[in-house]
């Protein structure tokens, strides 16, 4: 498939699932910086270690790129990759959380099937434990947490974004 076809294709399958920014638009948009990323790393480590937890935690700029990611001592098996799969699919959705897309999934798995094969570097996990970063209303990223329960990898994510002033919507 062609460069333009496969722009064309992934355009219209993240359409059909955020109804909201795609990629080539975020892109645009202010990302977030490897500093700001390693801070909220470090906010939600904080909460992992709290609660004694092991996670994943991975920081995407607002058009899905990695920008930072650390897999804590003991994290399981796997965790890091889906850490980043959370965090990619919350931005390719335009900051939508991972509970959100989650029901979205459960409505129509065959999109985000589709679309997680098209994904550069890796699938796309429509998962709890992701949330979109957003300042001043505009989305920079998003982060991804992956190795505890749903609830506490997103919790994770919530410190994360809180240690750097942000909010998890817009």
């Known amino acids: 498939m062609g460069n333009y076809a496969s ?22 948009a202010q990302s977030i910086d490897l500093t700001r990323a390693s801070q909220m790393i470090a906010g939600a480590m904080q909460y ?8 994943s935690i991975v920081v995407v700029d607002a058009g899905g ?5 650390v897999r804590m001592d003991g994290a399981p098996f796997g965790t890091f990759d889906v850490a980043r799969g959370k965090a990619a699919a919350t931005a390719a ?15 129509n798995p065959i999109v985000f099937g589709q679309m ?13 434990g992701s949330l979109g970063v957003f300042v001043a209303g505009r989305l920079e990223g998003a982060v991804g947490v992956s190795g505890g329960p749903s609830d506490a990898d ?11 002033g942000a909010s998890e919507a817009p």
Do not use: C, M
């Open 7 to 28: 722009w064309l294709f992934r355009s219209v399958i993240a359409a059909l699932i955020a109804g909201g920014p795609l990629f080539p638009i975020q892109a645009q």
């Open 48 to 55: 992992a270690a709290k609660n004694k937890l092991a996670v």
């Open 65 to 69: 790129h990695f920008v930072s990611g």
């Open 93 to 107: 959705t335009g900051g939508a959380s991972g509970a959100d897309l989650v029901k979205r999934y459960q409505a």
């Open 116 to 128: 997680s094969s098209l994904v550069y570097g890796g699938p796309l996990f429509p998962s709890q």
């Open 154 to 164: 997103e919790e994770a994510a919530r410190r994360g974004i809180a240690a750097i």
